[in-house]
């Protein structure tokens, strides 16, 4: 119900708005917000999507109004509706999401400008010119020409619509809503006269049936097809974005453009503008607390008992001042955090593109521009190489190949390779996206002949290496691991050329190895590990870290688990950097709060709570535990660090009821490992402490009672590669859901 009210009034005054932006009857967005409210918060297949009139289509529209009349632009809104009904029906909804994102956000960009320069005239006073052009070309005239109250009013707007977010963060009062009211108090206190909504006395009498367009079949066709494929590629876009927003059930893309479909037809029979997904009143949605569809619903309920009973009170609100909230609507449609990102990926070609063609041409041209753009550039990165030798020394050569290697660049290559003095040594390190057989070819029939002549070369890739695999495969010589472990995932010994593990340590010296590391592994394997990262994999997650560097941490979990150099956190979480606040020790323990003795457990948890803000705390215990065998043998001095950190762990999950704290192993215990089982069984009752351990924190204690925070216990069974549940009540395990 409080979300519901929240996006009616972010729906109002917008809805309006951008019904005179499109050129049709007011009451047209009116009958939009009601029907995407009710229709596709009903049936819709994304349940905290919010629809309605979108200023993404508001060109669009005008244009069909302009050269066909309100009433038959009605007809092809229905018309487009049917045929979003045949596309969800089709499965179409995650192709319309293969158009490039630059196109996408280029297209917005270009109709927020196009929408911000001809509403920028009415609110200094004027009226809006037919095309771009035209409005540019009288913009001078009108910044300097004439001005009435409407200038006064529709500044007033859009300086209410800035400086009211920054000052006030009350979610249920937004910026539009105040920045109108506002600006018809003023207009009606001082009894200014301005033009004003104007809405027929009857509403119900507006409701009829559209009118064919008097226009040929091609015209009425292109721009049913328009409506509909804009519409689709807006909604969807839209459920995308608002999914990431929320934890509840993901958005259904099919079902939500059939919706859609529906609430077009409808909405375009009742005589009402064309209705999309909308980011603006779905995000306040989600802002205000919304669970469920019943929130969209209601908001389309609101505004038609508004319409209905009060609107005297819409017939207050001046022209000029739905015009100030579209010049900010429009220019918001120009997001400079997409620009970056798509400069970033380079990708801004086609978006600078596009936005010009949808503002100086139209905006079927614009995309068309735009489109044609990322696919030269596409083919660009698809065809695009680079060749880089170095001479390291007399007779030490370093080739690199970056980029992606096809059979057109196959001469070039053999021309280069065959540049370099025979007899030397050649270390070729490929950096490729792709390499196909062609290009392996001429790279592997250059090696056999180099080598003949008595050179030496030694081919290394910097990424998933299967140019040497595929050599391998033909030579019937295969390594143990499964042909698709990609290299980083698996242990040093099988990425550093293929060399075996080292031995086992006899009475602390390698068996049969030397203990002076090869030449160029000065350091051991950690340092060949940290070079192999900054040659291949840094390149690639740069750009990511930069960011994260810039913006610090923002982790939604402490991830507590034990040292054992078996477990890898972000392996077996699917995480990267930023995902979790890692803490690890021996066995996962947390001491319980106020217990003597090392107190970094203790600032871990309280900087992941008080500070960084995390939602889920979760503790993760693991099969063939050392500390729990520790635990259940016994024999561990309490004396040592080891022993006064493992008597934080209770035997077997018994609690000493009349101390209230660990159980100390019993001394005399030692001897063979105990049984898989009751290792297993310690393990999960570890867990499960841990778990209680955590409740005794203060600072975990307020966000619980304030349902902010979550605690989770997890085993990972290394046997099965397999994580569990834990129930924090028993210690008993359970599957995870898949």
Known sequence: ???????????????????????????????????????????????????????????????????????????????????????????????????????????????????????????????????VWENLRELPAQLVGYHDAAVLVGVVTVAVLLVWPRLVRVSYLPAPLVAIAVATAMATGLGLDLTRVALPDDPLSYLTLPRWPDAPLADVLSGVFLLAVVASVESLLSAVAVDRLHDGPRARLDRELIAQGVANSASGALGGLPVTGVIVRSSANVEAGARTRASAIMHGLWIAVFALLLASVLELIPMSALAGVLVIVGLRLISVAHVRDLMRHREFPAYAVTVAGVVFLDLVTGVLLGMAVALVSALYRLTHWRIDVDRRGADDWLVQITGTLLFLGAGRLNQELRRLPPGARVHLELRLDFLDHAAFGVIQQWRAGYERNGGQVRVEEALDGWFDRAVRDRLGNRKSLPERLPRWLAPWSHWQGGAPAPARRENGQPSGASETPPSGEIGGNMLVGVREFQRRVAPLVRPYLTELARDGQRPDELFITCA??????????????????????????????????????????????????????????????????????????????????????????????????????????AGPPHDPAALERQALANVAQQIANLQTYPSVRRRLDADQLTLVGLYFDLHEARMYLVDAGNGARRPLPL
């Open 1 to 131: 119900m409080p979300a519901s009210f929240v996006v009616f009034l972010v729906a109002v005054p917008l809805s309006l708005g951008i019904a005179a932006a499109s050129g049709a009857p007011l009451l047209a967005g009116i009958i939009a917000a009601v029907v995407g409210g009710i229709v596709v918060g009903a049936i819709g297949g994304a349940p905290l999507l919010v629809s309605g009139p979108a200023a993404g289509l508001s060109v669009i529209v005008a244009d069909l109004v302009l050269r066909h009349g309100w009433m038959a632009t009605a007809a092809m809104v229905t018309l487009a509706g049917l045929v979003q009904i045949v596309l969800g029906l089709s499965r179409f909804g995650r192709a319309a999401l293969m158009l490039s994102p630059a196109v996408v956000h280029g297209m917005l960009a270009g109709i927020g400008i196009v929408i911000a320069l001809s509403q920028l005239h009415v609110v200094l006073g004027g009226a809006p010119q037919r095309s």
């Open 564 to 669: 054992d150099s078996r477990l890898v956190p972000n392996l077996v979480t699917s995480s990267g950097p930023g995902d979790l606040f890692c803490l690890r020790n021996i066995g996962n323990i947390v001491p319980r709060h106020g217990t003597p003795g090392d107190h970094s457990v203790g600032a871990a948890i309280e900087y992941a709570t008080d500070v960084l803000q995390v939602s889920t705390i979760t503790v993760c215990g693991h099969s063939d535990c050392g500390a729990m065998r520790a635990v259940l043998q016994g024999g561990v001095a309490r004396e040592s660090h080891l022993g006064s950190w493992l008597s934080h762990v209770r035997l077997g999950g018994r609690r000493d009821d009349r101390r209230g704290s660990a159980v100390p192993p019993p001394r005399d215990a």
